[in-house]
């Protein structure tokens, strides 16, 4: 036999026949008479694969291949992975550069697909990256392809595909300079009673443009009911840029003013950057009044501490379990000389940006304990009310706080006891043998800072508002166990510990 080759390029779909045809001959070669001549054919059949695999990654709320504005923080990142080849396709890898393509030390796995993926299927993954600076982010997909039955092959390229998301960190800022009269900012404005000449420059001092700027000034008193607008910017205000407004009011006693001033981070055409929080500052100016009185207020915010016999209010930070009742003491003191009258206590509820939440006391509310000893309603001299307020223990969502979690450790058992209020030491030391035996690392605390500032103000007779401010700080955690199967129910710890009244939740 002899064997022949032959190559030939096929881009689609083939059968080729091959025919061969002979004569018979003698040993010599030569044909034999009336012999007809053979033949025969085969065929060979080609199947041409088209194999594929697309990505399309995306961050955040962006759409595909536009880029996504936000602050400094945590972005979703969104990997879709689509077989477009007309087979199927094993071993899918998907990889993300985490933005250093030079670097592939770094590289973050973010799935696998085992296979076979049929055509024109799709699977999707995610992946949270902190994201701190301006990053564009390749993610790549790899895959081999196979028959249905997932057997590779042989001779068919692996195939690959990437796809990048692109971030801008962006940094928004504004700030407000407030001065009265001719005093220079930060310094207090001495003269007689009459009309005063308030200056406020606003300036833009973030990366982006600014719309909507709202500057209003609390008329000297921290109730929001007499507050006034000084001015407004429909903007867009570029980065730099800033703006004066001026108001004239009449001054007859001593008052420190307060001027706030919000705004909204845009593009350069003015529109909303989605995601990205509204910025504010404030700054406040001060009035003296030549020959006018100075009365006096001050508070002392604290937290009652349980754990103490019998228990106390202290200045300390205490932890709390997440769903525990927090109760807060509010100490008012008149250290002037001079009768104050509708006294109100304002708590920022631990969330300074927003307004909405805050708790308002006077006098007439269940919140006041007593200290109004002659009875008059007035806060006089030596006079010390009391409030007290019990709220639960909760998470806040604000960016004024972050939760943090970290794993049990003989280190931070004080943390996890502290939190449940367990104060009988004898029933501490078995709580920590319980937890570290039974759990170990599997247990975690959710832990978050609260700060709760107290704001007082009282009006004097001859019409001064004064005012003072306070702050009390906790700890929520929130202990929970990191396993799908914890080695005991977490309810079971209340029933191990009943005189705590605890638990893990």
């Known amino acids: 036999s002899q064997t022949f080759t032959a190559t030939v390029n096929v881009t689609n779909d083939r059968t080729n026949i091959a025919t061969v045809t002979g004569t018979p001959s003698d040993e010599e070669g030569s044909p034999l008479p009336d012999v007809d001549g053979v033949t025969d054919s085969d065929e060979a059949v080609v199947d041409i694969v088209a194999p594929g695999v697309t990505i399309i990654k995306t961050a955040g709320t962006a759409p595909d291949g536009t880029v996504l504005v936000t602050q400094a923080g945590n972005v979703t990142y969104t990997y879709e992975v689509t077989n477009s080849g007309d087979i199927p396709l094993i071993d899918i890898e998907i990889v993300d550069d985490n933005g250093t393509p030079g670097n592939t030390n770094d590289d973050l796995p973010i799935g696998t697909i085992a296979g076979p993926l049929a055509p024109g299927a799709s699977r999707t993954f995610t992946a949270t990256i902190n994201v701190t600076d301006d990053r564009t982010n390749i993610a790549t997909v790899t895959g081999t392809p196979s028959d249905e039955e997932g057997s590779p092959l042989p001779g068919v390229n692996e195939v690959t595909d990437t796809d990048n998301a692109v971030v801008d960190i962006v940094a928004p ?57 000084v001015g407004a910017i429909a903007g867009p205000l570029a ?41 504010n500052d404030s700054d406040e100016a001060v009035v003296e009044i030549e020959g006018a009185t100075n009365p006096e207020i001050a508070i002392e915010k604290r937290v009652l501490d349980s754990c103490q016999n019998p228990p106390q209010f202290t200045d300390n930070t205490l932890r709390f379990r997440l769903g525990a009742d927090v109760t807060f003491g509010y100490f008012v003191t008149n250290p002037g000389t001079e009768p104050l009258a509708n006294v109100r206590i304002i708590d920022d509820n631990a969330t300074p940006n927003n307004p909405s939440d805050d708790l308002l006391f006077t006098i007439n509310s269940p919140e006041f304990v007593g200290g109004d000893t002659n009875g008059d309603t007035l806060l006089d001299p030596g006079e010390i009310w009391r409030f ?50 039974i759990f170990g690392d599997q247990l975690q605390t959710d832990r978050q800072r609260q700060d709760n500032t107290a704001r007082v103000a009282g009006l004097s007779v001859n019409g001064t508002t004064v005012r003072a401010n306070d702050s009390a700080s906790i700890v929520v955690s929130n202990t929970f166990v990191n396993s799908e199967n914890p080695l005991i129910p977490t309810n079971d710890i209340a029933q191990q510990f009943p005189s705590c009244n605890c638990g893990l939740n």
């Not at 730099?240 to 007859?252: K, L, Q, Y």
């Open 388 to 437: 007290e307020f019990t709220k639960t223990a909760e998470f806040i969502n604000s960016n004024i706080s972050n939760i943090t979690t970290d794993s049990f450790t003989n280190d931070i058992a004080n943390d996890r006891a502290e939190s449940l209020r367990i104060c009988d030491p004898a029933l501490l030391a078995r709580f920590y043998r319980f937890l570290s035996g």
């Open 239 to 279: 980065p730099g840029a800033s703006r004066t407004f001026t108001a004239t009011i009449n001054v007859t006693n001593d008052r420190t003013n307060i001027a706030t001033v919000t705004g909204t981070p845009s593009d350069e055409e003015g529109n909303p950057l989605p995601g990205v929080d509204e910025v």
């Open 173 to 229: 800022g504004v700030t407000i300079i407030k001065t009265a009269g001719t005093a220079p900012d930060g310094t207090v404005l001495v003269t007689e009673a009459g009309d005063v000449l308030y200056t406020y420059e606003v300036t833009n001092t973030g990366d982006t443009p600014l719309i909507d700027l709202e500057i209003i000034d609390d008329n000297g008193t921290p109730a929001p009911g007499d507050d006034f607008v």
